[in-house]
T-cell receptor
Framework: NAGVTQTPKFQVLKTGQSMTLQCAQD?????MSWYRQDPGMGLRLIHY???????DQGEVPNGYNVSRSTTEDFPLRLLSAAPSQTSVYFC???????????FGDGTRLSIL | QQQVKQSPQSLIVQKGGISIINCAYE??????FPWYQQFPGKGPALLIA?????SEKKEGRFTISFNKSAKQFSLHIMDSQPGDSATYFC???????????????FGQGTILTVHP
């Protein structure tokens, strides 16, 4: 039982490049979400999904795309990387509502 | 717009002391308040949580105090230990209209250092 697995753990990109951050969970959770963590700002919600085929925007969605084709996977796509997207990205999953959410260990992304 | 404000940004406590972290919220639709603990290089992990119909919840050395009228809540860590050194986040979830479905709004975080 691996929980929430994020890959890669570290990535350096050049401005304008695109990439996909991967997130997979093996707990059959309906709810999955992506957050970014920046110093002094806590974690902010980017996108979330309440089930396969259903996604919605969070607080800071601009520059990011998501899709949810399976219950297990919830990839986050950066279409054209910008230095402002340098951050630590966390994926989380849970059963929704007030049930605990389980976080992965993050992807540390630097954009030059 | 920071809907959950957390203080202090950093906190240094001696071993055996009490660590206190405070949070205030604005949105009265919030009705579930979890605290997360994060160690370096790791994701946040749920520590303890409270509903607003309860004024206090205790789990071991960790206690949440909740003041609904003041829209404030706090985490108390009794007998703080060096192993408690981590970043702590308060958070809130609201379900007004049933649309929030677990979306967490986090505070800014508090870096706690417990000296031996």
């Amino acid at each position: 039982n691996a929980g929430v697995t994020q890959t890669p753990k570290f990535q350096v990109l050049k401005t304008g490049q695109s990439m996909t951050l991967q997130c997979a969970q093996d707990m059959n959770h309906e709810y999955m979400s992506w957050y970014r963590q920046d110093p002094g700002m806590g974690l902010r919600l980017i996108h979330y999904s309440v089930g396969a085929g259903i996604t919605d925007q969070g607080e800071v969605p601009n520059g990011y795309n998501v899709s949810r084709s399976t219950t297990e996977d919830f990839p986050l796509r950066l279409l054209s990387a910008a230095p402002s997207q340098t951050s630590v990205y966390f994926c989380a999953s849970g059963r929704g509502g007030v049930q605990p959410q389980h976080f992965g260990d993050g992807t540390r992304l630097s954009i030059l | 717009q920071q809907q959950v404000k957390q203080s202090p940004q950093s906190l240094i406590v001696q071993k055996g002391g009490i660590s206190i972290i405070n949070c205030a919220y604005e949105n009265t639709a919030f009705d579930y308040f979890p605290w997360y603990q994060q160690f370096p290089g790791k994701g946040p992990a749920l520590l303890i949580a409270i509903r607003p119909d309860v004024s206090e919840k205790k789990e071991g050395r960790f206690t949440i105090s909740f003041n609904k009228s003041a829209k404030q809540f706090s985490l108390h860590i009794m007998d703080s230990q060096p192993g408690d050194s981590a970043t702590y986040f308060c958070a809130a979830i609201g379900y007004a209209g049933g649309t929030s479905y677990g979306k967490l709004t986090f505070g800014q975080g508090t870096i706690l250092t417990v000296h031996p």
